[in-house]
């Protein structure tokens, strides 16, 4: 009996555990062994076994987070003379961010202990070190600061061999993966741009991971099977999404973002499609929540709405009208409503009174647009606020646009850089332009159009304007000639138009007719009419579409009814 049992060992261990073999042999060579105390034996010299086996593909990962902690120790010093004591100890923090990451509870899985407020108050603290650049160091501190960075390489190093070690679970792969974008992060504080760069090829691998694409496939599609270790897939799907979502802050802080990290960000393929951890619909993010994840860049409305207008201002609120029309909203980024403006009684009580159009300012005053109708024309008003909806700066009646028209036609306004205001009507190609005060200054005809569908004016003082049937996209001068012509690709119609600051990028925002759905699309274009990006919208169940808007100081967002997608804030 002896003989068989070490022949299963034998097989099952190979060469490298013959030592164990011959301890098990010493015990039943003289067949005093029942099976099963021979059994129990087995069973035991193999946990024993399984224990060294852990601890040696561990082994990778408990010297990454070595290496981290002496690399910070190095950096806490490094910026002792330069920093002050408060700033040296945040410094000296994110030792905590490495070491909660690190528990064992005597089970083989390592635990991720990491709540996502924590993952996020680390972006603060990598603020703090990437304001001291190393330029302003002294001659011993500069030498610190490279001794700081052969830690953290040799971090990111052990951490890369722990990933690619297929004998750690997928939770110690994930966080080998955490010890990665963390050391390459430290790696590169004068360079964010470069860190982000590595970071999602990180993140990239992890999504790659077939344990990964299975939970995340599992837990999108709803099956069976979603409830069957259910703990475990939960909490390796919040971890992959958190070290998303801290990355991006980290990205939003220091590195370039708007629709082009967005459409470039690491996708999870599931079985059917791919996913954006950074652009989920509505239920994903529903049950992201139940899970206590908070999204960086998405947001849910406490109740749902049906907008015809939206602005943002620099603080990344959202304005809407509001579901009565008579009146107007302001959204903050967790769905609450946090300011409100109703119109004069005078002027809502008249028939078919209405908002039409919204523009926000450098300055964050706001600019609105109304219309009522007598009983044979249509008057439009010009409402100017200051940024905190408390006032109305100005209150012009806008006469050139006054007249019979129809109810269904539409008014685009826009402000430029120097508080001009932009307004024309849907049946018409005639722009007016009025100063600050709502006087009027000048007027043109946009050449080769008749009807305009949109308008916005980029940071040079271009006129980008889309044609009604919203196949096309022009871009003029101040005076009204044409500059350039951007032709949308096949199917697609251009339902808003929004300028992006930042990258000085024209966004056009389109429905495309795909099959049975209607798919909504970012086309990001540039000052020449280059197309450069895509990205595309998630479906939102129940959703009357999307609209977009941007701010001259950066927050661009596309809303919908039930919430709004941030691209930058």
């Not at 030792?95 to 528990?103: D, H």
Request: with cysteine.
């Amino acid at each position: 009996m002896s003989s068989i049992v070490l022949s299963i060992v034998n097989l099952a261990t190979n060469a490298l555990f013959n030592n164990v073999c011959d301890r098990i042999a010493n015990r039943l060579k003289h067949g005093d062994c029942t099976d099963e105390k021979c059994r129990q034996l087995i069973s035991r010299e193999l946990d024993e076994i399984k224990t060294k086996l852990n601890g040696l593909a561990r082994k990778d990962l408990l010297s990454s987070v070595c290496f981290l902690k002496d690399g910070l120790c190095i950096l806490n010093h490094t910026f002792e003379d330069t920093a002050n004591e408060s700033e040296a100890y945040e410094v000296e923090n994110k030792l905590e961010y490495v070491e909660e990451c690190l528990k064992l509870d005597g089970h083989e899985d390592l635990h991720w202990k990491q709540s996502n407020e924590e993952l996020h108050s680390q972006i603060a603290i990598f603020n703090k070190a990437l304001n001291r650049s190393s330029q302003t160091l002294d001659v011993t501190s500069k030498e610190r600061f490279i001794s700081a960075k052969l830690s953290f390489e040799n971090a990111y190093l052990k951490a890369t061999d722990a990933f690619n070690n297929e004998a750690l679970s997928t939770t110690e792969r994930i966080l080998a993966t955490k010890l990665r974008v963390v050391s390459k992060i430290l790696q590169c504080l004068e360079d964010p741009d470069m860190a982000i760069a590595f970071c999602k090829l990180f993140l990239q691998q992890l999504h790659e991971l077939p344990a990964v694409k299975k939970r995340f496939t599992v837990f999108f599609r709803g099956q069976m099977k979603s409830h069957l270790s259910k703990k475990k897939r939960v909490d390796n799907i919040r971890c992959v999404t958190e070290l998303n979502y801290a990355l991006y802050e980290y990205a939003k802080s220091f590195a370039k973002t708007g629709l082009e990290i967005l459409a470039s960000w690491p996708k999870i393929k599931l079985r059917e499609k791919a996913i954006n951890p950074l652009l989920v619909s509505n239920k994903v993010l529903k049950k992201m929540a139940k899970s206590g994840l908070r999204s960086p860049n998405q947001f849910l409305f406490k109740e749902i709405n049906n907008f015809k207008c939206v602005a943002v201002n620099s603080r990344g609120e959202i304005i809407t009208n509001s579901k009565s029309g008579d009146s107007l909203e302001v959204f903050s980024s967790d769905g609450g409503i946090v300011g409100s403006f109703c119109f004069d009684s005078e002027d809502t009580q008249k028939n078919h009174f209405e908002i039409l159009a919204l523009a926000v300012g450098s300055d964050d005053s706001l600019h609105a647009v109304t219309r009522y109708k007598t009983e044979d024309s249509f008057y439009y008003k010009l409402y100017v606020f200051d940024a905190n909806l408390d006032r109305v700066q100005q209150q012009v009646y806008l006469e050139c646009l006054t007249g019979p028209g129809e109810s269904h036609h539409s008014v685009c306004i826009a402000v430029d850089a120097n508080k001009n205001i932009f307004i024309t009507k849907q049946d018409d190609a005639k722009v007016f332009i009025f100063d600050r005060n709502g006087n009027a200054k000048n007027s043109f005809t946009l050449q080769s159009w008749n009807l305009i569908k949109d308008l916005k004016i980029s940071t040079t003082g271009d006129v980008i304007a889309v044609e009604l049937v919203g196949k096309t996209v022009g871009i003029y001068t101040e005076d009204g000639a044409l500059k350039e012509e951007i032709t949308l690709p096949s199917l697609h119609k251009v339902c808003g138009l929004a300028f992006d600051h930042i990258d000085n990028k024209i966004i056009v925002l389109a429905e495309v007719l795909t099959g049975c759905f209607h798919e909504y699309r970012l086309l990001s274009y540039s000052e020449c009419g280059e197309l450069v990006k895509t990205l595309v919208l998630p479906r939102q169940k129940g959703s009357t579409g999307y609209r977009i808007t941007s701010h001259p100081n950066g927050p661009l967002a596309v809303v919908h009814g039930t919430g709004a997608i941030f691209l930058r804030y």
